[in-house]
């Protein structure tokens, strides 16, 4: 082949070589590499112009049956879990019939296609070896705030699919853990690794225009700009659920919904730890 070829030609085979093994590397990809970017993730869109004239989505979540039974959660891993007076779970909370967490969302052109002002920081907290809130919504671009109320490390480690992800450590009376997930998600799961029962599910949204349902089950979504919409509910176990909703200018539509407990989970509860790389 050298006859064939001479030196020349050689060098300029071995050099060909060379660029296509780099050019294979270069695109493959990273684990724990950037999804979707810290900027620029979400489609440039119109600026929402105030008519003054949006409306309001309420209602209430109701649970039809006996909700599922859980396990009480065991916390004896860690002497300042274990004192924690609340160790039942996060899973399903009723009362009187009515359902709480349920996330509650609005899908449709109104609010899809165009961009919002983002609101304050929303915070975080371990508190009671617990995520609090177990279930809340945020937009794009909006500042997280985690903080650490318990006398013990946490540890955080959201798992989303859109977002770029983070695993973190937190000692007591650290600096609150900042970060902004810049895609829409529905949802994104949080868990601690130090402590596997610790859960939490987090709604990024495109525009404002969602809430949680409280614990008498109820909600209610202000700044709606009229229109016809999917109102969306969310659910760790129930599922989701869709509606219809037509929002008239100034107008207030009350939309209730109803899962049926047979549709949940079985009895059970996180007790594995999971053995997990943590991060400073």
């Known amino acids: 082949m050298l006859k064939r070829y001479g030196t020349f030609g050689l060098i300029l085979m071995i050099g060909i070589?060379?660029?296509?093994?780099?050019?294979?590397?270069g695109c493959g990809g990273r684990r724990g590499g950037k999804k979707g970017g810290e900027k620029g993730g979400e489609k440039a869109k119109q600026s929402?112009?105030?008519?003054?004239?949006?409306?309001?989505?309420?209602?209430?979540?109701t649970l039809d049956g006996t909700p599922p039974a859980f396990d009480p959660i065991d916390m004896s891993q860690d002497a300042v879990c274990a004192g924690s007076a609340d160790k039942s779970a996060d899973n399903v909370r009723v009362k009187d019939g009515k359902l709480k967490n349920v996330f509650v969302y609005v899908k449709g052109p109104g609010v899809d296609g165009f961009s919002f002002p983002i609101g304050g920081p929303v915070t975080l907290d371990q508190k009671g070896c617990r995520y609090e809130p177990h279930v809340f919504g945020l937009q794009a671009g909006q500042e997280l705030s985690i903080t650490n109320s318990d006398n013990t490390t946490h540890n955080v480690h959201p798992s989303p699919a859109k977002n770029d992800d983070f695993n973190k450590s937190q000692p007591p009376n650290s600096a609150p853990i900042e970060h902004k997930f810049n895609n829409a998600e529905v949802m994104i799961p949080v868990k601690c690794n130090q402590h596997p029962w610790m859960k939490a599910n987090i709604g990024v949204m495109g525009h404002p225009c969602f809430a949680v349902t409280a614990e008498d089950g109820s909600y209610t979504i202000k700044g709606v700009p009229p229109g016809s919409y999917t109102l969306v509910f969310w659910h760790e176990v129930f599922g989701e659920q869709t509606q219809n909703v037509t929002v008239a200018a100034n107008g207030t539509v009350t939309q209730?919904?109803?899962y049926k407990a047979s549709a949940g989970a079985k009895p059970g509860v996180f007790l594995q730890i999971e053995p997990e790389m943590i991060l400073p």
Do not use: C, H, Q, R
């Open 256 to 258: 209730d919904l109803t």
């Open 17 to 25: 070589a060379m660029l296509g093994t780099a050019l294979t590397a």
């Open 48 to 61: 929402y112009t105030s008519k003054g004239d949006e409306g309001t989505i309420t209602g209430k979540v």
